[in-house]
């Protein structure tokens, strides 16, 4: 069972930046295909970027070349750089496996001036 913890969420002003952790309780981690998904109110959780074990990366549209997905399998973490972020990027991110397995508590992001 991987137990996965987010950090590093906040408010921040349209066109900031704001960098998210994800530690993941096992050392098996380095074996999962790793993402960070959001949901914003009254909208569905969705997956918004991701990582193999290779590094290989995904990312939706809305985020390309402003996100930025890494991983550290040594330290079992993952994080998210955000860069120009938008009012639209305002949810609760969370990292899991893809596909997901039990969800963590996440941590609010509000792009708000």
């Known amino acids: 069972q991987v137990q996965l913890v987010e950090s590093g969420g906040g408010l921040v002003q349209p066109g900031g930046s704001l960098r998210l952790s994800c530690a993941a309780s096992?050392?098996?981690?380095?074996?999962?295909?790793m993402g960070w998904y959001r949901q914003a109110p009254g909208n569905q959780r969705g997956l918004v970027a991701s990582?193999?074990?290779?590094?290989?990366?995904t990312y939706v549209d809305a985020v390309k070349g402003r996100f930025t997905i890494t991983r550290d399998n040594a330290k079992n973490t993952v994080t998210l750089q955000m860069n120009s972020l938008k009012p639209e990027d305002t949810a609760v991110y969370y990292c899991?496996?893809?596909?997901?397995?039990?969800w963590g508590q996440g941590t609010q992001v509000t792009v708000s001036s």
């Open positions: 899991n496996t893809v596909p997901p397995v039990e």
């Open positions: 096992t050392s098996i981690f380095r074996f999962y295909v």
């Open positions: 990582i193999a074990n290779g590094d290989r990366t």
